[in-house]
């Protein structure tokens, strides 16, 4: 089965970059989509990144994502962290006969 | 504006069968060839895909619960309906049905979830 590796946990300041991995377990990454998803506490997922690189509207420019094929991987970059950046984070995808993966999220600490 | 909201029970017991809708509005399953897919969430673990239905009819399924699972909907109503068999504890999670493009599998609408234990 596919899967997709994410640490556990990442911790940075306020005002910091953190970047965040999603490693593919086998094939290509780049084959299908990855998406990102912030969870809060209590609430679902919201998109933060879809389709790699591409923010929905909303999604401050502060979050983007990238793919990169040497590591297969994605990763999903936060630039001046805030506070309310604080969240679980989900990289997604699926593989070639339909079936949706998620990675096991990261918790972001931001302090 | 599209929504999506999962109703079911809130307790059921071990080896019984669970029955969850999803009921969307704000868009058509086939005009927008869209699917929809529902996902778990064990209380403080990961998101797990469980299965998807098509604006076509086609149905997949998580690999390690094919077996448990039956997806089907009813366009007239607007419902996707989950069915997952032989229950156990280790399957209490908050379920959530979201809505996805058929070309790229993002998960661009999610239902609030709903809590389902699983108990004596």
């Known amino acids: 089965n596919f899967m997709l590796t994410q640490p556990h946990s990442v911790s940075e300041s306020p005002g910091k970059t953190v970047t965040i991995s999603c490693t593919g377990s086998r094939g290509s990454i780049a084959s299908n989509y990855v998406h990102w998803y912030q969870q809060r506490p209590g609430s679902a997922p919201t998109t933060v990144i879809y389709k790699d690189d591409q923010r929905p509207s909303g999604v401050p420019d502060r979050f983007s994502g990238s793919i990169d094929s040497s590591s297969n991987s994605a990763s999903l970059t936060i630039s001046g962290l805030k506070t309310e950046d604080e969240a679980d984070y989900y990289c997604q995808s699926y593989d070639s006969g339909n079936h949706g993966v998620f990675g096991g999220g990261t918790k972001l600490t931001v302090l | 504006q599209v929504t999506l909201r999962e109703s079911g029970p809130a307790l059921v017991k071990p080896t019984q069968t669970l029955t969850l809708t999803c009921t969307f509005s704000?868009?058509?399953?086939?005009?927008?060839?869209?699917?929809v897919s529902w996902i778990r969430q064990p209380p403080g673990k990961a998101l797990e895909w469980l299965a998807l239905i098509d604006w076509d009819d086609d149905k997949y399924y998580s690999t390690s619960l094919k077996t448990r699972l039956t997806i089907s909907k009813d366009t007239s109503k607007n419902q996707v309906v989950l069915t997952m068999t032989n229950v156990a504890p280790v399957d209490t999670a908050t379920f959530y049905c979201?809505?996805?493009?058929?070309?790229?599998?993002?998960?661009?609408?999610w239902g609030q979830g709903t809590l389902v234990t699983v108990s004596t």
């Open positions: 704000g868009f058509s399953l086939i005009t927008s060839r869209m699917s």
């Open positions: 979201a809505r996805s493009s058929s070309n790229s599998f993002h998960f661009d609408f």
